[in-house]
């Protein structure tokens, strides 16, 4: 990431609020001068094109048999051709925009722009992405609710944009993906080194939930494949005799009630970050209790295993588990339903290919260990002392991880409004950027949400 820049010579001041000062040499257009819209159907052959708020525009995997039967009739389906920006209507505002990396199909729900000759698409990907341009999409958007707007085409193309030279368009793209190349790089090295220490807390976990913490002790056959031997004074039982499947819907949320989605709760950890304030959900959702466990049933294999804090309300793919009897430590079942043995077992329970669901019909069934309530808590206390410096750590690296990413913003931010002068750059023999560098800069989650390719109908 080294380089040598400076500032431009001359600025101009200008009235956009999120681009104050811009080199002298640079416009503002409108974004109708520089993309026309794109309404090209009858293409039923092309591929299948997505907007993701954390990958852009790709190919949009067909393996899932729900998706194939929604998207039967492709001839209402926009034709973007390769280099066309495309985004989602209801997204934009946070950053569901990107570049067709090929001919293909969009879904009619969102808008496809065709860039005129003045125009880089790459460096609009860009621009479009940061922070201030964002905030911009909101005001321009329009809906009944907040969170519901809808930046339409009349909207786009009144908005302002930056215009460098179309050359100097060019040396940023190829600067700013020079620099994401080497950021994706680190960010990939600190991403294994997690996966490594989150190996080893599972291993340290599994040993404890299934062998105890004694190492001396007896042990016997479990006759559960998933447990193998046990303390030969510890019980299975399955667990829906010790845990119930509360089912309660809703379509409200009351004052105190948090709000819970899968993209909140995060993989083989504890944490989760709650939504609080009254929260615009379109479907019904589940109502949770504190104490409650939740347990995240689409994707299993992400480890989506948390213990409420407080009453509240979450999305469907979540079971709400609540202990019913008293030999056993919500605690202790908390860790032992997010353990490697444990997730392993249901995930290989799951239907569906790109969106595989575990039910509890099999997870209730599941033996589970029963160590006695004294034992549990030692068990709990001792996973928490023995783990500590390894989540600190791990704690540590996601920090860093945050850091170049937010680094990243800021890089991508001064670039495309001027306020660092990349002309001069010249990429060295290390700063060559292929697709499979820039992927890890993609959120390592492999939870995607569903798209809004039905937002239509």
């Not at 007896?218 to 039982?237: A, C, F, Y």
């Not at 010790?242 to 309660?248: G, K, M, Q, R």
């Not at 294999?301 to 407080?310: D, E, F, I, M």
Request: net charge neutral; charged share 30%.
């Amino acid at each position: 990431m080294k380089s040598r820049l400076s500032f431009y010579g001359e600025y101009n001041d200008t009235k956009l609020p999120w681009a104050p000062k811009l080199p002298s040499h640079w416009q503002i257009w409108r974004n109708g001068k520089l993309f026309g819209q794109r309404i090209e159907t009858g293409y039923p052959e092309l591929p299948i094109l997505e907007v993701s708020l954390r990958t852009g525009v790709r190919v949009r995997d067909m393996s899932n048999i729900k998706r194939k039967q929604v998207m039967s009739d492709k001839e209402k389906y926009k034709r973007a051709v390769k280099g066309d920006i495309a985004y989602n209507m209801m997204r934009m505002w946070q950053g569901a925009v990107g570049i067709a990396p090929v001919d293909g199909l969009i879904s009619p729900a969102y808008v496809v722009a065709r860039p005129f000759r003045e125009a880089n698409s790459s460096y609009y990907s860009y621009l479009f992405r940061t922070a201030d341009y964002k905030d911009e999409v909101n005001k321009y958007s329009r809906g009944i609710v907040s969170d519901r707007n809808r930046l339409y085409w009349d909207e786009f193309k009144q908005m302002p944009s930056i215009v460098p030279p179309h050359d100097e368009q060019d040396k940023i793209v190829t600067y700013l993906r020079a620099q994401d190349a080497h950021i994706a790089r680190f960010i990939k090295i600190k991403r294994e080194l997690i996966d490594l220490l989150n190996e080893q807390k599972q291993t340290l976990i599994h040993q404890a939930v299934t062998k105890g913490i004694n190492p001396n002790v007896e042990l016997k056959p479990s006759g559960v494949d998933w447990l193998g031997n046990i303390p030969e004074h510890w019980k299975t039982r399955r667990l829906k005799f010790v845990a119930d499947n509360i089912s309660e819907q809703t379509n409200t949320q009351k004052p105190d009630e948090v709000y819970l989605a899968l993209e909140h709760v995060e993989s083989w950890s504890s944490s989760f970050n709650p939504l609080k304030g009254n929260v615009p959900f379109a479907s019904t959702v589940k109502r949770f209790n504190e104490g409650d466990l939740l347990f995240g049933k689409l994707r299993p294999y992400l480890a989506k295993v948390v213990q409420a804090l407080q009453n509240g309300v979450c999305v469907g793919e979540f079971l709400v588990i609540r202990s019913k009897d008293k030999e056993i430590s919500t605690d202790f079942l908390e860790i032992l339903l997010r353990s490697r043995g444990f997730i392993q077992l249901v995930n290989c329970s799951t239907v569906g290919a790109k969106m595989p669901r575990a039910d509890w019909a099999f997870i209730g069934n599941v033996r589970i260990p029963l160590p006695d309530l004294d034992e549990q808590f030692r068990i709990v206390k001792t996973i928490a002392h023995e783990t500590q410096s390894i989540s600190s750590t791990i704690d540590r690296i996601k920090k860093e991880i945050e850091l170049l990413i937010e680094y990243r913003e800021n890089l991508i931010a001064n670039a495309v409004t001027g306020q660092i002068d990349v002309r001069n750059w010249q990429p060295g023999p290390d700063d060559e950027a292929a697709d499979s560098d820039l992927s890890a800069l993609t959120v390592d989650d492999e939870l995607m949400e569903e798209e809004y390719e039905d937002e239509h109908n």
